[in-house]
Nanobody
C-alpha cells in the first residue's frame, strides 16, 4: 500500500505563490508517475499537473500552464507543485496522485490518492 501525504497548503492573496509537497511512504513510488488534482466546492475533481517517473515528461491543465510547475525528487520520494500568480479560482483542495503504469491525468488513471491539502486564494 502506498501512502501519499500532502503539505504546504494555506491562505494566500491573489497574485501570490504557494508550494505544495507530497511525500510518499514507499521508495518504489520513485518508479511511479505522479500528479496533482484539485476539487473546488460543488465541483468535480480535476486534473492539474502530472510528471513521469523520471521527471522527463510533464503535463498541465490549460488553466494552470505557465503558472504552475510540477517537479519530483526521487531520492526523497517527493513531488512538488510550485504555484505562482495564484487566482481566486485556484481555491480548492489539492490532492496528490500516483500510478505505477500511466501518467495520472484523469481520475480513472490514478491508483493512489493523498488526503488533500486546502489552498485558498483571496481576492
Amino acid at each position: 500500500q502506498v501512502q501519499l501525504v500532502e503539505s504546504g497548503g494555506g491562505l494566500v492573496q491573489a497574485g501570490g505563490s504557494l508550494r505544495l509537497s507530497c511525500a510518499a511512504s514507499r521508495r518504489t513510488v520513485s518508479t511511479y508517475a505522479m500528479g496533482w488534482f484539485r476539487q473546488a466546492p460543488g465541483k468535480e475533481r480535476e486534473f492539474v499537473a502530472a510528471v513521469s517517473w523520471n521527471g522527463a515528461s510533464t503535463s498541465y491543465a490549460d488553466s494552470v500552464r505557465g503558472r504552475f510547475t510540477i517537479s519530483r525528487d526521487n531520492a526523497k520520494n517527493t513531488v512538488t507543485l510550485q504555484m505562482n500568480s495564484l487566482k481566486p479560482e485556484d481555491t480548492a483542495v489539492y490532492y496528490c496522485a500516483a500510478d505505477p503504469k500511466v501518467m495520472p491525468t484523469t481520475r480513472r488513471s490514478v491508483g493512489y490518492w493523498g488526503q488533500g491539502t486546502q489552498v485558498t486564494v483571496s481576492s
